[in-house]
Nanobody
């Protein structure tokens, strides 16, 4: 079992940047890792994913070109660099293991182990 601790959230103005970190307690190199977010009153949605095998990355359309996911297996950490932030990016951000980043037209397949989340607020 893998346990995660997210960090790096906070308050930022529109157009600003944040880098989220997801630190794992176990060996995460064998897992695909995804970032999800949940805004107040909305369902949780997948944001980005990085595979375990070749480091392939995936993004939901609303963050393409603005967010970048990366992983450092030596540090058991996954990062989400968020640039050009918008008020609609405001949410609690979670990292989680997923069975696959993408399979048969579906992204973020079978999330399993979750972190506790970190709040991101984009506001002037």
């Amino acid at each position: 079992q893998v346990q995660f601790v997210e960090s790096g959230g906070g308050l930022v103005q529109p157009g600003g940047s944040l880098r989220l970190s997801c630190a794992a307690s176990g060996f995460m190199e064998y897992y695909a890792i995804a970032w999800f977010r949940q805004a107040p009153g909305k369902e949780r949605e997948g944001v980005s994913c990085i595979s375990s095998s070749d480091g392939s990355t995936y993004y939901t359309d609303s963050v393409k070109g603005r967010f970048t996911i990366s992983r450092d297996n030596a540090k058991n950490t996954v990062y989400l660099q968020m640039n050009s932030l918008k008020p609609e990016d405001t949410a609690v951000y979670y990292c989680a293991t997923v069975g696959m980043c993408f399979y048969s037209g579906t992204m973020f397949v079978q999330p399993e182990y979750w972190g506790q989340g970190t709040q991101v607020t984009v506001s002037s």
